[in-house]
C-alpha cells in the first residue's frame, strides 16, 4: 500500500517561494505516476501538476506554467513542487496523489493513493 506524506507547506508573501515535498513509502517511486492538486474549503480538488513514471512526460495547469516545476527524486522515493512567483489565488491545501497505471491523467479518478494536504497561504 502506498503512503504519502506532504510537506513543505506554510504561510508567505506574495512573489515568495515555497518547495513542497512528497515522501513516497510502500512502493518504489521509480514505478509511480505523481501529481499535485490543491484545494479549497467548499471547493473541488484542482489539478496542479503531475509527471509520469519514467520522468518524461510532465503536465502543469494553465495557472501554474512557468512558476510551478514538478520534479522527482527516486533515490529519495520523493516528489517535489517547486512553487516561484507565489500569488494570493495559489493560496490552498495542497495534496499529493499516486498511481500506478501506465498512463498518466490529469483528474483525480485517475489517482489511487493521497496524501493528508499541506496548507499554502500567501498573503497579498
Known amino acids: 500500500q502506498v503512503q504519502l506524506a506532504e510537506s513543505g507547506g506554510g504561510l508567505v508573501q506574495a512573489g515568495a517561494s515555497l518547495r513542497l515535498s512528497c515522501a513516497v513509502s510502500?512502493?518504489?517511486?521509480?514505478?509511480?505516476?505523481m501529481a499535485w492538486f490543491r484545494q479549497a474549503p467548499g471547493e473541488e480538488r484542482d489539478f496542479v501538476s503531475a509527471?509520469?513514471?519514467?520522468?518524461?512526460?510532465?503536465y502543469y495547469a494553465d495557472s501554474v506554467k512557468g512558476r510551478f516545476t514538478i520534479f522527482r527524486d527516486n533515490a529519495k522515493n520523493t516528489v517535489y513542487l517547486q512553487m516561484n512567483s507565489l500569488k494570493p489565488e495559489d493560496t490552498d491545501v495542497y495534496y499529493c496523489?499516486?498511481?500506478?497505471?501506465?498512463?498518466?491523467?490529469?483528474?483525480?479518478?485517475?489517482?489511487?493513493?493521497w496524501g493528508q494536504g499541506t496548507q499554502v497561504t500567501v498573503s497579498s
Open positions: 509527471i509520469d513514471w519514467s520522468g518524461g512526460t510532465i
Open positions: 510502500g512502493r518504489t517511486l521509480s514505478s509511480l505516476n
Open positions: 496523489a499516486a498511481d500506478r497505471s501506465i498512463v498518466i491523467v490529469t483528474t483525480t479518478d485517475g489517482y489511487t493513493s
